[in-house]
Each structure stands twice: as C-alpha cells, then as structure tokens.
C-alpha cells in the first residue's frame, strides 16, 4: 500500500527530479558552514557503511537516464513552494540539498545545513535507527519510511516522518533523496483529539453527535444509561429513534429555526427510553461548521433527570404544567381564567370555557394498559392544539379531562365551532403500537357573562353541559342553555 508521502508527493517529487529541481552532488557549496554542538561534524566518529556492498549496488543500479538539467532561479523558487522538507543525502548521510520547508522543520537556516551530517539534527536515541534506515536504503534500493524525533535549536522536539528512495546524478554517485513531514501537528490534533473523547466519554451529561444530515455518529456512555441504547444500535440511525410522540410538528420546526437561525436551542423535551417509558430532559443543541461556515456536525447534550438542578427545574415546571403533556395544569390554567375574566370585564366581550371528557378513556386503559393510554392523551392533545388559536389556552386538568379558555369570542358560535373542530379531529383513527384506536369524547360549553362571572361558576357549567352529552349518548357538545349537538 503507498504511504502518505507516496500519495501526496510522489508524483510531485519525481517532476521535480526529472526537471532539475533536485540538485545532485555537483551543486555542494565548496566550503562546508562551521558546526555547532549538534553537528555531525562534531560527533566523535564518522558514519560508516560496508563500502564494497554499496559500490557493488551502485554498479547495479546504474541505468541510462535523462539527465536533469541547470535549476533555473524559477525552479529554485518551485523547489521552495513544495509544502514539504524535500532533501538529498550522500552515501554518508551529509546534506547535499535541502529546501526551505526543509530548513524550517529542523530549525536552522538553510546554508548552515549543506555538507552536514542530517542525523546531526535528530535526538541521540534516534541517530542510531537513522543510520540503519540510511545503510538499508542504499543497500536495498527500495522506498523506505521511517519515523524520528529531531531537536531544534531552541530545544523544540518534533516529529517527523522519511520516506526515502535512491537516484543517481549525474556523476553516477547514488544519492538518497527523502521527503521529510511533520508530525508534530497532527499527533497534536491526535492527542487534543484523545483528550476530548475522554473528556466526552466521562461527562455526566448525555452527548449525542450527528452529520449534518442529522445521522448519529457518536454517542457517550452517560446516553447509553439514559436512554438504554447501545452505542451499536443508535450510529447510523436518526435521533428521531427516541421520538416520544409527545411533541407536534410546530415544537420541532421551532428547534430547528432556532438552530438554523442562532446556531443553538435549548429547552426541555421529552423523549422515550429504549423499555418504551416516556422521560424527559434538558437538551441543548449546538451546530458545529466548517471554514465556509457550513454545517457539518450537531451535538446534543441532555441534563441527567437524576441531577439535583434538574429536579429543582423539574418541580418549578410541575408547579405550572402537566408532566405528561406539557399543558398548562389546573393551577395555571384558574390563573389564565381569572386574568381572561379581569380583560372581559374591562373590555365588556364575551368569553368562553370549554370542557372536553374523552368517553370510555378507562377503558383503553385497562385493556391496552397505561402506555398506551399516555400515547392517546398525548395525540389528542396535539390534535386540540391544532384546532386553537395562539392566545387560546389548552390545559389538562387531570385524567382525560381537558378544559379550554377562549378569550375573546364575538357569538357562542364560536365555541360550537371550536367544539365541531374537535370532534371532526377525534374522527381520525389514531394508530398506537400497532393498535388503531377510534377516540370520541363530550364537550361542554359555558359563556361569559351569560352563563357565570367568575371562574368556579364556568367550570361548574360546562361540566354540566358536558354531562348533558354523557347523558345522551357522548361524542357530541353542549352549552349550558341545554343547546345540545
């Protein structure tokens, strides 16, 4: 298989020789630069081959070849651009040429680097694997790869990747010509990029990744706990794998204006367990994008419905809402009425409330059992929120019964027509865990002023007008004047 180098380079690096760009021995400057402590000059011995095996391998290799010509000034400055340290070593190891990216990943200017020793410049524990790497290039004239670790001047250590192959020049002396990468920069990604996992890995928080076609492509051990999904079974899946059904479609087209628009949503949602168990979370979506500022990855991050911040948010929530359908619950609704009240008196327009009992919801209950029985509460509460308008208030007081404000209305009218609305959405079967259900339910309706002036005294009869249609067969709707449909 070709390395990196191969790949990325290869092609590029044989232009170059064959145009000249790599210059062979005949280009050494006449007068080596002085050393420094680091120089092989200064080292206490020579590197040393078996000179009879590498002439012998010399003979061999020889072969007629175009012979490059005269480096240009223009070549020279092409030779600079390559994006990778592009060198060529004698039989010895000494520099003949090396570029400028070259020169800048060792840390030395350029001419300091001609006719030296290149294992000068590598830690003491990687000169000797250096050597070895250098004897077998030569000996076995074959494209080798090596990994080392070189100092700069300043101490920096880098790493940095060979991959080296043999040509001749034009005297006939092999030379090694190598393409030298730092490594340094990715194996800090890499490391950066192994601190982050672990850092994921170990949150308390549930951590969801997906691409940008919202395919999950990573999830963390505190998901697997909360939702009891294994890592296998939800990669490749949407997160629309935890979809409780109990949100409409207006809920999840706000979230994703939001993310669209400002890059982020946060807010609690409601998704369902693996065992099927409803439950909700504190969920914060971030959009991740590239350098053209497109978006690549979104990441999911949910609180922990065990967390102590997260109980306190929960009991706030509770105080105020129902926790099965997220309507607003007795309490909030009574506070609703009476300011709905305090308006029409002030403004001197009619009001309605109106109450709504499914009919024979027990028993789905007792022969489906109470998920199902969760499912349909929430269905049909999505199906009323369709037929409302935004200032309309729905609220769930408790089992299957609902009640409903309508705060400005212009002729009880318009309550029977709110009713018929509800009663034409029951209609549609709901199909539920393989199971179609046909829901109907009783309503109720009383009018402000006409048929009370205060909150107790509305409920009180439009749940009469309600019972009215019990009385007489459900699926229907009634006022309190005993106007029965």
Known sequence: MATLGQRLFG??????????????????????????????QCLSH?????????ARRQHEFREPQQQPGDMG???????????????????????????????AMLGRERAHLLGKHFMAWLTENDRPQFLHHLHQVFLSRDNLAIELRIKTPNGILRDVRLESSIMENADHVLCCHMVMTDLSERRRADETSSLISRVIESA??????????????????????????????VIGNTPAILKSGHHGEDFYREMWDSLNKNGQWQGEIWNRHKSGDIYPEWLNISTVKDSQQRVIHYVGIFSDAHTQEYVLERLQYLAYYDGLTGLPNRRLFLDRLNMSLTQARRDKHMLAVIFVDLDKFKEINDTLGHKIGD?????????????????????RLGGDEFTVILPVISHPDDASNVARKFLECYAKPLSIDGHELHVTASIGISIFPNDGEDADSLLHHADIAMYQIKETGRNGYSHHDGNIH
């Open 204 to 233: 308390a928080e549930g951590i969801m990744v997906t691409d940008a076609h919202k395919v999950i492509r990573s999830v963390n051990s505190a998901f697997e706990k909360t939702t009891g999904y294994t890592t296998d079974e």
């Open 46 to 54: 020579e590197p040393s081959f078996d000179q009879p095996e590498l």
């Open 73 to 103: 000034e223009h070549h020279a400055v092409f030779y600079d651009l390559v994006p990778v340290g592009c060198l060529t070593l004698d039989a010895n190891g000494r520099t003949l040429e090396i570029n400028q990216a070259g020169a």
């Open 11 to 40: 092609k590029a690096y044989r232009l170059l020789a064959r145009v000249g760009l790599l210059r062979n021995g005949k280009d050494l400057p006449g007068k080596p630069a002085p050393c420094d402590q680091n120089d092989a």
């Open 375 to 395: 499912e349909v509460l929430v269905a049909v509460t999505r199906c009323m929120k369709g037929c409302l308008r935004e200032g309309d208030t729905l609220a």
